[in-house]
Structure formats: C-alpha cells, structure tokens
C-alpha cells in the first residue's frame, strides 16, 4: 500500500500489484523490490487481440503516477493526422475533387453499394498520418483512377494556345 498526500492535506492510498514478471524485470534491472508490499497478480491468458505487442496486459508499462489514458497522448496515434490545420486542408482538396464532373460521373456509371474494395477507386483516408508526399501520391492516384473509370481525360489547366 502506498500512501501520499497531496496540496490539500488529503491524503490517499493505492494499491501497487506487479506481475510475476514485472517484478523479474525490476531484478534484472538491479532495481531490486520496491519499498511498499506488492500484490503479486495471476496470468490470465490474453490473446494478441488484446495485446498487440504480446505478452500480457498488465506488463505494460506507465510512468509512477500516470493512468494509461494520460500516457495514450504520450505515445501519438498513428493513425490521427496531427493538427485541425492538417485535417481542414486534406477534407478541402478531397472535397474539391468530388465536385468535378468526372467524380459525377463516375458515381453515375458505379453506384457506391456496387464498389468493389481493391478494384474501384477509393476516397484517401483523410485521417491517416502520412506525409505530404505520401498525401498527395495518394490524391494523384485517386484523381487518375476516377478519370480512368469515367472514360474522360483530364483538362489541361495550363495549356498554351
């Protein structure tokens, strides 16, 4: 048990409890045990779904006094673009390209419910957190395979008469 008290005078208590192999990896580290009992847990079988990087749940780690929720904005999420700015100019350059005609068009010859995932075109995923480069190879081969399945080719918009 763990007590501390914080600003206030209040004063809490916490139950620590490693597992068998937190407490093996605080040895080897030459940590030795830490200075409150522990509560040593039971394995419960997990399966990699809850899991991904293996081992068990409890074997993560987390900084003395943080939840995983606070230490979740720690690690980033790779699948978050970073920033309002990001994601307001990927929704704008998606949106301008579904009000060009030939995005009309190709909805016209291919109802979204008869798309076939791999085959047709699919809108970029504009939550993904990509480069710049990688966004716009990803709006290129968008655009490109739109007016391939609409039979049109695209418009010159600088062209020299």
């Not at 208590?13 to 990896?25: M, V, W």
């Amino acid at each position: 048990m763990m007590t501390s008290v914080d600003a206030n005078g209040t004063t809490t208590s916490k139950t620590i409890s490693l597992s068998q192999s937190a407490i093996d990896d605080l040895l080897s580290l030459g940590l030795g045990m830490p200075s409150e009992p522990v509560q040593q847990q039971q394995h419960q079988s997990t399966s990699l779904l809850d899991n991904p990087r293996g081992g068990h749940a409890s074997d993560s780690w987390t900084p003395a006094g943080a939840t995983t929720s606070d230490t979740s904005s720690l690690r980033g999420n790779p699948y978050l673009p970073k920033g309002n700015i990001l994601f307001a100019r990927r929704s704008k350059e998606i949106a301008k390209t579904k009000e060009k005609p030939v995005y009309t068009r190709y909805c016209n010859i291919l109802p979204k419910i008869d798309r076939v995932k791999g085959i047709h075109p699919a809108t970029p995923n504009k939550y993904t957190n990509c480069s710049r480069r990688s966004w716009d190879m990803q709006m290129r081969i968008w655009k490109k395979s739109l007016y391939l399945w609409a039979g049109d080719e695209p418009m010159e918009e600088h062209s020299i008469v």
